[in-house]
């Protein structure tokens, strides 16, 4: 870490022109990171950005750190290369819904089992966008695509659910139009030790414009959306009027008064499982914020301790160790 | 202790040159153990010896049927060998199935020892035999030895403590010391093992070492044999040696050469037959800085390992030919990063999932072709066990010289067999540090990633070096910046620079020897496990007074230099391969004007000899 001066969102902006369709809620998403990539004081050189593919991805590129835009689906796995061989770099992983949920699902469900200390961000705008507008594993059922003309057949995943269910050890939603939210939320995923999985509602203003509107628009959201911070009650509402109360597996909407108090940080991930599926009861927010939170070893920093422990236990190896071992004979 | 006649020491003793056995029973009687323990204890006696272990896909197919019969083969001699040998000289046969399957390979006049214990009705009826074999003449022209070795091991632990299902688990100890005692082989180094390898079970150590012992003994009181035989040590070169399995001598050369390349290796893998046991080694040298991942599929093998060799570790990855379909498209990644990688297939029967536990050399097409756009990867192929440990070196010395993916080939034959190995000079291992960027300095020049020196390589700039961050990426890269570019002539350009990098390295490796005349009729050009065959077959041939000049490619891509010149020399290539010809192919098109004869034969198993030896023969007798 060489940087002495503090450093600012600008050192994190590559030289390139960014090449999203003007109005992307990826512009916003890539500010939120560059602010808390920025805030966080980690150098440029000790931080990489790993990418698939899909509009997402070009992510890397616009960054000033080192960046590995790779093939489709497999950011996780080469995140985990390159976290697991040198523990001592900032790791993020720019994915999609496609990317992430459909042909890397396996990599995605792997690296969060295994808890690889990554900073994973999902866009999700419910859409194939760069290959133009078919219907993904995101977008509800009944909704009308190139690839879905009398609208989609497929039962849709809930990103988080999907996360909680792979026993990730950090959960969180954020979405494109709130940059405080976001940073708030980056922040705490890069602060986390382990796998932090963040799900980012984001608009595509060409193939699904409007996707989420009933949930983030201004006008609405203060109704719709309920956020979930850790160790507070659980309050939403124009006058904050509102609260949800957890009872069992079941949550019922009451007044701010019964509203229970978040806690993402219980061992057991029934209770952020239950949350994550709040707002397909009728007349339930939409939930945000931090879903899990808990403590784990990481896979990196295990897999490292291994090695160093066997060295302390039995020195350092050689070559010569590795061939002149096992039962040996001399002819002469 | 007094002083007692030694164990048929009446007898006469014969020396033989070399000996073939095979032993053969069902997978669950330990035939591999009671194999690999006679190799063993030939090669502490300083026999050469060359092994084929021949086991079923299934871990355990129903009991005594065909599909379930596990075998051994070894050579050991007191001369240079190459092969297991074509015929075994002795079979060893615990059951009725393992009986008629390897019946036929038995030489004319050899012996067959077998278990008459596993001979009931019952044991008829599992293999699918009508008639008992040991008793309808059909094995006249061997020498039949029967053995009740079910009762003789259970008169021999009579009063142990163990179940009578642990018993008659001793069976193959028994037979390994009735084969000591016919060969007249130390039981040391047997005892030994079997003392470590049952430490906490000290009382199954001891049963293994009574049956073993018993063996040895009823070779002489029983007088089933006529005479012992002895297969002196051979004449090796002098140096130190152990005895070295393909997989295993793979690893410890993958370990070395990211050793002598200054860096850490980075193992990422998914377990498939039969190059499971390469990840199985690796995570056994920890202590060696080796990093192992087993990863969720064949895919993030690949890809954890070019991630690692972003941050500078060596990336290898390991598998086998349906693991490499899988791995094309980051295969493809790695051309475009230009990284290092190493990507072993072990091959094996295919296509499709094949045969798993048989070998075949039908991937070498695939291995230089098989990714989407002109994405060239050099390639290596493994000859024998002991030579894995060079070529695994060999190939970290390229990807890290040429920071290219390399496809480093061996076969199920190498990956199981084993020879004896003539440790190298350590201080004589080739060295080729690898050279990172250094940090550089705000104001200084900014690092041009896709810059090449004199070996057409970019430069490897690590995460954690200030001053040399960059994007790396799978799209097309502009020529020096390494920025994204859809340019149409830099696409042709990047395209010329990969495949001119690919070819130079030509220029780092050796024209192959020719063995024997260095003109002549015929030349057998081999690659990868045929090379103990065609040795044996040209030797075989040199006796009977026919010429046989060989040559063997361990680099598939690029080409050595001067193959055409040799090529030149001789009237006709013969080229056998356990596959549809793909070599032939190959050279065909790089070599227009000779005369290439294909030999192809896909069996799941080596060559013979003799079949080489009979085509060398028709052809030069056309």
Known sequence: MTE???????????????????????????????????????????????????????????????????????APAIATGIKTANPELSVWIVTGDGDGLSIGGNHLAHILRRNVDVNILLFNNQIYGLTKGQ??????????????????????????????????????????????????????AARHKGASFVEIYQNCVIFNDGCFEDVVDKKVRDDRMIDLVPGEPMIYGKQREK????????????????????????????????????????????????????????????????????????????IRDLVYAGETWEVS | MTTTREPGSDLPLQKQERVVIRFAGDSGDGMQITGNQFTSTSAAVGNDLATLPDFPAEIRAPAGTRPGVSGFQLCFSSIDIHTP?????????????????????????????????????????????????????????????????NKRVTEALDGSTLSTKEVQRCKNFYTLGLMYWLYSRPLEPTEEWLRKKFAKRGELAEANITAMRAGFAAGDIHEMFQGRFEVPAAELAPGTYRKIMGNQALALGLISGAELAGLKAFLGSYPITPASSILEVMASFKRHGVVTFQAEDEIAAICAAIGASFTGSLG???????????????????????????????QRGGPSTGLPTKTEQADLLQAL??????????????????????????????????????????????????????????????????????????????????????????????????????????????????????????????????????????????????????????????????????????????????????????????????????????????????????????????????????????QGRPFLSTEIVEKVTDILER
């Open chain 2, 85 to 149: 040998g074509d015929n075994p000289d002795v079979l060893v046969a615990m059951n009725p199935a393992a009986l008629v399957v390897n019946i036929a390979d038995l030489k004319i006049g050899g012996v067959v020892i077998a278990n008459t214990g596993n001979f009931t009705a019952k044991d008829l009826k599992k293999a699918r035999v009508e008639v008992n074999p040991l008793e309808d003449g059909s094995l006249e022209g061997y020498r039949v030895i029967k053995v009740d070795i």
């Open chain 2, 316 to 346: 290898m990855t390991t598998t086998s030919g349906p693991g490499v379909a899988l791995k094309g498209e980051a295969m493809g990644l790695g051309v475009c990063v230009e990284l290092p990688l190493v990507i072993v297939n072990v």
């Open chain 1, 135 to 188: 219907y993904s594993p995101t977008s509800p059922v009944g909704r009308r695509t190139k690839t879905s003309p009398m609208g989609s057949i497929d039962r849709p995943f809930n990103p988080i659910s999907f996360a909680l269910g792979c026993n990730a050890t950090f959960v969180a939603r954020t979405y494109d139009s709130n940059l405080k939210h976001m940073e708030r939320t980056f922040e705490a």
């Open chain 1, 4 to 74: 002495t001066n503090p450093l600012t969102k600008k050192d994190f902006k590559s030289d390139q022109e960014v090449r999203w369709c003007p109005g992307c809620g990826d512009y916003a998403i890539l500010n939120a990171v560059q602010a808390v990539c920025a805030r966080m004081g980690i150098a440029r050189e000790d931080t990489v950005f790993v990418s698939g593919i899909g509009c997402s991805s070009r992510f890397p590129y616009y960054m000033s750190t080192f960046g590995f835009h790779t093939i489709h689906g497999r």
């Open chain 2, 369 to 602: 072709f098989g990714r989407n756009g002109e994405a060239p990867i050099p390639v290596l192929a493994v000859c024998s066990p002991s030579d894995a440990f060079d070529c695994a070196i060999e190939a970290c010395r390229i990807a890290v010289e040429y920071m290219t993916p390399v496809i480093l080939l061996s076969d199920g034959y190498i990956a199981n067999g084993a020879e004896p190995w003539r440790l190298p000079d350590i201080d004589g291992l080739p060295r080729f540090e690898a050279r990172f960027e250094k940090p550089r300095e705000k104001g200084n020049s900014r690092l041009m990633p896709y810059s090449r020196d004199e070996r057409s390589s970019r430069p490897w700039a690590l995460p954690g070096t200030a001053g040399t961050e960059h994007r790396v990426g799978g799209l097309e890269k502009e020529h020096l910046s390494g920025e994204i570019s859809y340019d149409a002539e830099n696409h042709e350009f990047m395209i010329l620079k990969r495949q001119e990098k690919v070819m130079g390295i030509r220029a780092s490796i050796p024209t192959p020897e020719i063995r024997g005349p260095r003109s002549g009729d015929l030349l057998i050009l081999g690659w990868g496990s045929t090379y103990g065959t065609i040795i044996d077959a040209a030797e075989r041939c040199a006796r009977t007074g026919t010429e046989g000049s060989t040559l063997h490619l361990r680099h598939l891509w690029p080409l050595p230099e001067g193959l055409d010149e040799i090529f030149d020399r001789f009237k006709a290539i013969l080229i056998p391969e356990i596959n549809l010809g793909q070599l032939a192919r190959v050279l065909r098109g790089e070599y227009p004007h000779h005369n290439f004869i294909s030999f192809p034969k896909v």
């Open chain 1, 243 to 318: 609260g949800i109360k957890v009872e069992g597996f079941e949550t019922n909407v009451t007044g701010a008064d019964d509203a229970s108090v978040w806690d993402p940080t219980l061992s057991s991930s029934a209770p952020a499982f239950t949350m994550s599926m709040m707002d397909e009861n009728p007349g339930h927010p939409n939930p945000v914020g931090v879903f899990r939170a808990v403590s784990a070893p990481s896979y990196d920093e295990v897999s490292a301790s291994q090695v160093a422990e066997a060295i302390t236990e039995s020195g350092a190896g050689t």
